[in-house]
């Protein structure tokens, strides 16, 4: 059974940076697809980023390009999201997903098998 465990969340001021680290454990972590979504108070959990399983492609929503990068250390079984200049609007529980590799879509959550319990990031404005 895989398990996720996010960190790095935390008060931020806008403009600001944040990165956010997920250790997995349990499973081939080198062979899964990995991903970031997040949700917001009485809002639906959105897609953010998400990364192969050779590293090789990843994916951003657009509302944090150019802002957020994902990254993946297999050696360490650990995923990241730097995530820099901030908005109020980055405000959310982060969560931390994984799925045994393959094609097709990757910004879907139900695509994705295992999940952490989240990281709560809040910016203020």
């Known amino acids: 059974q895989v398990q996720l465990v996010e960190s790095g969340g935390g008060l931020a001021q806008a403009g600001g940076s944040l990165r956010l680290s997920c250790a997995a454990s349990?499973?081939?972590?080198?062979?899964?697809?990995m991903g970031w979504f997040r949700q917001a108070p009485e809002k639906e959990r959105e897609f953010v980023a998400a990364i192969t399983w050779s590293g090789g492609r990843t994916r951003l929503a657009d509302s944090v390009k150019g802002r957020f990068t994902i990254s993946r250390e297999d050696a360490k079984n650990m995923q990241y999201l730097q995530m820099n200049s901030l908005n109020a609007e980055d405000t959310a529980v982060y969560y931390c997903?994984?799925?045994?590799?393959?094609?097709?879509?990757?910004?879907?959550?139900?695509?994705?098998?295992?999940w952490g319990r989240g990281t709560q990031v809040y910016v203020s404005s």
């Open positions: 349990g499973g081939p972590f080198s062979t899964y697809d």
């Open positions: 997903a994984a799925r045994p590799r393959q094609y097709g879509s990757n910004w879907e959550p139900y695509k994705y098998d295992y």
